[in-house]
């Protein structure tokens, strides 16, 4: 009986808590309305870096990494989640490029984040990466995404790249999740579409992968 009355008592002080942050949530300075896959939702955002927001949701808030949120004309990629029934909290980082490819008669394109230990984001389209040419690409993971295999080749800025890693394992949870591929400084053919950043996949390029 004592332990069922401290239970409620604690449960009647979540419940008073999450009244109090609901109610004094949009008075916050850094109150703003983000769109996470095209829901409206209220945050509180914080810059961690300049690429780099720190969300804190309204009491009892669930979303899921993977997902993609807009805000001030950005898309960004939720890459953390933390789960609260009073202070659910998000990451998103900035989505600062497209990895698109083609498949048969359709292409494929989505917002990603490219990252390299010496990357920096100039005009848009260019990249600074590591001595060994490797670049890490976060993506959503979907049915899309998870078709991409090891040696399949993708055009970011003026240079051409091939998968050399795949982890659909750490970021990934109940078919939800980020994408991690690796990806190496491969050699560009002619019948490569720098202009749409598509690469060739026609198997007329000399390359073999496909």
Known sequence: MIGANNSNITQAYINDTILHVNDMFSSSPSFKVMDFDGVQTDAIISHKKSNVLDILLRPQSVLSKGIYASFEGDTYLITEFVKNEIYPKATV???NAS???????????????????????????SFVTTSEGEISILVQYNAD???????????FGSSAYEVVSIDEVTSIYNGKGVLKLGVKYTS??????KTNQIADSSGNSGWSGW
């Open 145 to 155: 995404t998870k078709t991409i295999k090891p040696n399949q080749r993708f055009i």
């Open 188 to 193: 560009a053919t002619d019948t490569d579409d």
């Open 93 to 95: 980082e900035l989505c």
């Open 99 to 125: 990895i698109k490819w083609k498949h048969i008669d359709s292409v494929h394109e989505f917002k990603c984040i490219v990252k390299g230990n010496t990357y920096e984001k100039d005009d848009g389209n």
